[in-house]
């Protein structure tokens, strides 16, 4: 059974421009939750999604958002980057939501300059 | 609102000792208990999962207890190896805590 996966898995943009990261859930899979890790402030999270709705979100500038399409792949957008805003970000799925097993994916690396 | 600390924040350790790691959390309605290791710069791997309702899991040499009434979970590494080397993170549904970065040399 194939894993989580995301891409771009490194991304450099500069500040101002927007990004769109993509992740692939696991098959069967129906929740994506986003999560957002940095040195500093260790790994946050941003929304999750079930069935194309989002479900829960996290404490973030509306920026942030996302999409969940109907064979479960989510995309995140995050507008008007930041310096700030450069860091992994992860993707998890899970068969019902975050409460219950979550598999990560590798991550993007997102730099901003 | 729930805070999950861990402790130690680093370890290391020479192969073949036992270890234990923490983690505490303030709210009493938790919900499962997930245990995780990411290498550096990957994404995380998932090591154990405690229901609520459960008290401990085991996995290899792997051990992990959740004591809701003292709001803590610890996870036990048997005859730890080199190849154990990572940080370790507890989670409570949507909140992680901040990591045990683990070193296990020969």
């Known amino acids: 059974k194939a894993g989580v996966t995301q891409t771009p898995r490194y991304l450099i943009k500069t500040r101002g421009q927007q990004v769109t990261l993509s992740c692939s859930p696991i098959s069967g899979h129906r929740s994506v939750s986003w999560y957002q890790q940095t040195p500093g402030q260790g790994l946050q999270f941003l929304f999750e999604?079930?069935?194309?709705?989002?479900?829960n979100k996290g404490n973030f500038p509306g920026r942030f958002s996302g999409r969940q399409f109907s064979n479960s792949r989510s995309e995140m957008n995050v507008s008007t980057l930041e310096l700030g805003d450069s860091a992994l970000y992860l993707c998890?799925?899970?068969?019902?939501?975050?409460?219950?097993?979550?598999?990560f994916g590798p991550g993007t690396r997102l730099t901003v300059t | 609102k729930q805070e999950v600390t861990q402790i130690p924040a680093a370890l290391s350790v020479p192969e073949g000792e036992n270890l234990v790691l923490n983690c505490s959390f303030t709210d009493s309605a938790i919900y499962n208990l997930q245990w995780f290791r990411q290498d550096p710069g990957k994404g995380l791997t998932s090591l154990l999962l405690i229901q609520s309702s459960q008290r401990e899991q085991t996995s290899g040499r792997l051990n992990a207890s959740l004591d809701k009434s003292s709001g803590r979970s610890t996870l036990y590494i048997a005859a730890s190896q080199p190849g154990d080397s990572a940080t370790y993170l507890c989670a409570f549904k949507l909140i992680f805590g901040t990591g045990t970065r683990l070193q296990v040399f020969p």
């Open positions: 999604y079930f069935s194309e709705t989002q479900r």
């Open positions: 998890a799925s899970s068969l019902t939501g975050v409460s219950y097993e979550q598999y």
